[in-house]
C-alpha cells in the first residue's frame, strides 16, 4: 500500500504559479511510477504529468512548456510547478502512484483544489 497527501493548491490570478507536492509513505520502493491528473466540474478526469524512477517524464498537451513535475526520491515527494496558469487549468488536482507489476495508477491521493481566476 502507498499513501498520498498532496498540498499546495489555492486560488490565483491568471499567469501566476502554484507549486504542488505529494507526499507518499508506505510501500514507496513499489511506486516506480508518480503523476498528477486532474478533473475540472462536470469533465472527465485528464493526464497532466508523470514522472518514472528511471527519470523520463511525460506530460499533457494542454500544460506542456508551462508544467514541471520532478521528484525527490529520498523525501518521497513529487512536485507539479505550475507556470502561466490559466483558468481553464482550475481543477481538483491528484496525485497517482502505481503498484507493483503495474504501470497503471492504483494509488490516489485525496486531492488539491486549484482555482485560477481570469
Known amino acids: 500500500q502507498v499513501q498520498l497527501v498532496e498540498a499546495g493548491g489555492g486560488l490565483v490570478q491568471a499567469g501566476g504559479s502554484l507549486r504542488l507536492s505529494c507526499s507518499a509513505s508506505?510501500?514507496?520502493?513499489?511506486?516506480?511510477?508518480m503523476g498528477w491528473l486532474r478533473q475540472a466540474p462536470g469533465k472527465e478526469r485528464e493526464f497532466v504529468a508523470d514522472t518514472w524512477s528511471g527519470g523520463n517524464t511525460n506530460y499533457g498537451d494542454s500544460v506542456k512548456g508551462r508544467f514541471t513535475i520532478s521528484r525527490d526520491n529520498a523525501k518521497n515527494t513529487v512536485y507539479l510547478q505550475m507556470n502561466s496558469l490559466k483558468p481553464e487549468d482550475t481543477a481538483v488536482y491528484y496525485c497517482?502512484?502505481?503498484?507493483?507489476?503495474?504501470?497503471?495508477?492504483?494509488?490516489w491521493g485525496q486531492g488539491t483544489q486549484v482555482t485560477v481566476s481570469s
Open positions: 508506505g510501500r514507496t520502493a513499489t511506486a516506480t511510477r
Open positions: 497517482a502512484a502505481n503498484s507493483i507489476g503495474s504501470i497503471k495508477f492504483a494509488y
